[in-house]
């Protein structure tokens, strides 16, 4: 792991809205650059089980070379990526490698590297370096509202809620970073007009463990991330395996991560997001449990109906408790706000259908660029025109894939020609400049 020195003379505070991959990856590396970091996280430590998978793009494997000293391995490699046809036909799609992991075992591993936070995944914690800045986790606690303070040499003003005691207090910071999610309160502040876009789509989630299938179906989603498409209802399905209880990887232990993404007209979206427990609509995601039975099993229906391969049925037949999430997109068109002392990464900034696996990229991308910036190696003007470039580019490809997996031929031609159309022009401005293609 190479951390850079620490200079005293550019120690800044830092305070980071939102805990989860983006926050933690923030934490992590301006914690590593000598930075006195605090994460405001109003969710509890103990976070509910996401019961999914998260595929690790190159990005994250960048990041995790310079700011991972953990040995042991959180992730299920497979060599590529197959389709499975309903005649049982399996193509090669693409030959990539690719790293795939549990949320879960990903959120108590950056805990474990961030704050040396106890969880069964992590039981001991891994010893932090003489140069780290100084690090704060503060579950329970929600920021309410943010102010420049420019008569106090421009540091920014946080009011925190308890949400433990009900006590709001007060905290100041040099530099406060936005990693606050999808639903950003900083975005909010800043970019009101920038608003989650419905997809026309949903996805259901859920895990298998691998000793409830066959020999066969285990050893097909073994070693390959196999995706199935159903052309008639342009909706495709995708299984892999993750780590299981507690970040396992012991073969007999893992677990087999469902996906089905079918499309959903405003009507039968509502139906989708009432609780099968009180009734309640929820907004972009009901949790495990609470999808109601008659709503999934319509569902697991009609994919079978559609010739679903039989290693597919097998998986899904023995989904317990599913849970949905609403697809949706956006992308802000600015990142740095108060003279670069605000600025917005991960989810907050731009929000990508999951088709490419490109979200925990961008976190780490946009948190090694905040590194940079906070060391002095970049200007906020250059990181604002990084980070934008690359989140755009990343929505860009996953409208095109989203649109080419879930929608007609010509939506899908449209949306793959105005991502190439941005990323040539991109190519030939970085070829003109000597820089580095963003994508
Ligand atoms: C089930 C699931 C599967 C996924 N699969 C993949 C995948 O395969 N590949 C991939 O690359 N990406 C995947 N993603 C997306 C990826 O996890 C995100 O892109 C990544 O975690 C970055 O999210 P984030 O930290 O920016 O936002 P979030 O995870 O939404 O976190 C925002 C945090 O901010 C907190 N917060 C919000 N407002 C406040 C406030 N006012 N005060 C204090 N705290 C606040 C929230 O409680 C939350 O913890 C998946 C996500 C999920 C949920």
Not at 74 to 83: A, G, I, V, Y
């Amino acid at each position: 792991m190479a951390s850079p020195t620490r200079n005293d003379s550019t120690c800044c505070d830092v305070i980071i809205i939102g805990g989860s991959l983006a926050g933690l990856m923030c934490g992590l590396a301006a914690k590593h650059a000598g930075h006195n970091v605090q994460i405001i996280e109003q969710s509890s430590n103990a976070r509910q089980s996401h019961r999914a998978g998260i595929g690790l793009a190159p990005y994250v494997n960048a990041f995790l070379e310079h700011h991972d000293c953990l040995v042991n391995s959180f992730t299920h490699h497979t060599t590529n990526l197959k389709t499975l046809k309903s005649n049982g036909a399996l193509q090669v799609f693409s030959s990539q490698k690719r790293s795939l992991t549990s949320w879960d075992a990903f959120y108590y591993r950056l805990r474990s590297l961030y704050d040396g936070h106890i969880s069964p995944y992590y039981p001991t914690a891994p010893s932090s370096a003489e140069t780290d800045g100084s690090i704060i986790y503060k579950p329970r606690n929600q920021v309410l509202e943010i102010t420049r303070l420019r008569e106090h040499d421009s540091s920014l003003s946080l009011d925190v809620l308890d949400l433990d005691t009900g006590k709001t207090s007060e905290l100041r910071a040099d530099y406060v970073i936005g990693a606050d999610g999808p639903d950003s309160l900083i975005r909010a502040k800043y970019l009101p007009d920038v608003q989650r876009q419905y997809a026309g789509y949903v996805v259901w989630r859920g895990v298998v463990p691998e000793g409830q299938v066959s020999d066969f179906t285990r050893e097909l989603f073994s070693h390959s991330i196999v995706v199935h498409i159903m052309k008639q209802e342009r909706t495709h399905c995708v299984v892999y395996m993750i780590p299981g209880v507690n970040g396992s990887l012991k073969p007999g232990e893992r677990l087999l991560n469902f996906i089905l993404y079918t499309n959903e007209t405003p009507e039968t979206l509502n139906d989708i997001l009432v609780d099968a427990i009180d009734g309640h609509r929820h907004h972009n995601t009901v949790p495990a449990g609470q999808v109601k039975d008659e709503i999934w099993s319509k569902r697991v229906e009609r994919a079978e109906l559609n010739a679903l391969p039989a290693p597919f049925q097998e998986v899904i037949g023995k989904v317990k408790q599913p849970f949905v999430q609403v697809i949706a997109d956006f992308c802000s068109p600015s990142a740095a706000f108060e003279d670069g002392k605000v600025l917005l990464i991960g989810d907050a900034l731009a929000l990508f259908r999951p088709h490419a696996a490109a979200g925990s990229a961008q976190a780490a991308f946009h948190s090694l660029a905040v590194s940079d910036y906070l060391n002095g190696k970049i200007s906020a003007q250059q990181w604002e025109e990084k980070v934008l470039k690359f989140s755009f580019l990343h929505w860009q490809q996953s409208i095109w894939w989203g649109n080419w997996y879930q929608k007609n031929i010509a939506i899908a031609l449209i949306s793959g020609l105005r991502f190439w159309t941005y990323v040539g022009i991109e190519r030939v401005k970085a070829w003109w400049n000597s820089a580095e293609s963003p994508i």
